[in-house]
């Protein structure tokens, strides 16, 4: 399973990052994770650099594809260049976005005729789109979903997962961030230990 | 102010970057987040390399000092070297660590006769320590705090910007995460752009 996070300058550093951890603790064969991005690398909202794995064209056949947000998708939403690269299919592709990431997904002529949700600073940018807005922490349309806010990405993930492992690594997977006491308990640790092998699977893809 | 997050290879990538995403969200006059370590750059647990802004020594003049957690914890909570760059105190400073970073706590002394919290997996090398372990999401004893599973860093990041910002910020900046719909809304959009005015702090301090 080929999943890739697409990644632009001025992107939101959590919106990343939650998602790409949570989706690295799947162990299982064939399990890749990948940042793309056109540059070899981009920087994020708080100025930090970021190295992509690969371009933006391995979002293609990717699995999965998930757009992040942040400031930089303002541009990145009339950058017609930029938008060209992708032929994203939501027949064989699960398509997603966090927050502001929406706007991209609209771009694409992805949410025609879609309800999604966004991030509350950016509602006005997808209305303007003719997208129809839900206050909701996720929306899933068959194969294409929104999330927003950036603690739901744990939905977008746990959506991705359970379609593209199963829903013992999202169940698994979605526990192991929780606050001690809120959800993750000391009596989880042995069943923790399946997240952590010594893996690298960006090294190997 | 001034805030320091303290990095090593092997360190869990979600455990730096909702700290220091939401700690970024505080917009106020030399308040400064930097991220620390022995090298110019260190290696995630997931292979990704993050330059740092400056070396372990600044931890020690710092108004916050927190840890990260990971797999690198227990190299580092037996490397005297570089536990004797760290001449942290507790009566000045805010001390803090999320995960298995108490480890790193504990083996500065910091946490003795005091109650902690740590993840799962780390309960047993913590209690090596004789620290006597709570299940609780954080656990504050005056200005030394510690939190368990990676989203209790919401405890830790409000427990700082509470103490060297005010209550405001840090009710902003909490809620300015939360999935829409389940704490945040579509409403808070014009308060949400106090979080994201056009400074880079790191690149001013």
New interface residues.
Partial sequence: MKIAIVIFDKF???D???M???L?RVQIKNWSVKILGEKDSHIS???????THAGLEEANDADAVLFVSG?GTRAKMIDKDWLSRFHLNPEKQLIGSICSGALILAALGLLEGKTA?????S?AALESFGVE?V????VENGNVAT??????Q??LVGWVIENLANQEWKDLILK??????????????EN??RL?API?K??TV
Same sequence: chains 1, 2.
């Fill in positions: 939101t550093d959590v990343l990052w939650l790409w951890d949570l690295n909202a708080t100025n930090i650099e970021v190295k400031q949700t966004t991030y509350p600073t509602k807005i206050e909701k922490p996720f999330a927003g806010g950036c603690l739901a744990q939905y192991s961030i929780q606050p001690v006491g809120e959800g993750l308990f000391f009596a989880d640790a923790l230990t952590y690298i960006v090294q």
